[in-house]
């Protein structure tokens, strides 16, 4: 159900469904370790949330983000792709995969 006078609109197929899959699996096994972890040591980007939710929220933003939807369809500035995605760390709606896409510079 839906509010009145709005229409819901159909997501876009995923393009490219085998590599998406592949890259799926990649940050899954990746981020599998730190959720774990999330548990007993929270990741402060990710605090209040449950390993659920972080399961969830990471398949919401990996669409998202596949298809170059908002909060993704932004432009990387200064050529910096790792700054993009740091600025992406405290946002909502992207800061699951932020915190896949900057794991390995993490100190």
């Keep these: 159900m839906h509010a009145p006078g709005l229409t819901t609109i159909p997501a876009r197929p995923i393009s490219y469904p085998g590599a998406y899959k592949r890259v799926k699996d990649f940050?899954?096994?990746?981020?599998r370790p730190e959720v774990d972890r999330h548990e007993t040591k929270?990741?402060?980007?990710?605090?209040?949330?449950?390993?659920a939710e972080i399961v969830d929220g990471l398949r919401r933003q990996l669409d998202t983000f596949w298809r170059a939807e908002w909060p993704f369809d932004q432009q990387v500035n200064?050529?910096?792709?790792?700054?993009?995605?740091?600025?992406?760390?405290?946002?909502?709606?992207?800061?699951?995969?932020?915190?896949?896409?900057?794991?390995s510079h993490a100190s």
């Design 78 to 103: 200064d050529h910096d792709p790792l700054a993009w995605w740091e600025s992406l760390r405290y946002h909502t709606h992207a800061r699951i995969l932020a915190v896949g896409a900057t794991i």
């Design 27 to 31: 940050l899954k096994d990746m981020l």
């Design 42 to 51: 929270q990741i402060p980007t990710l605090k209040g949330l449950t390993s």
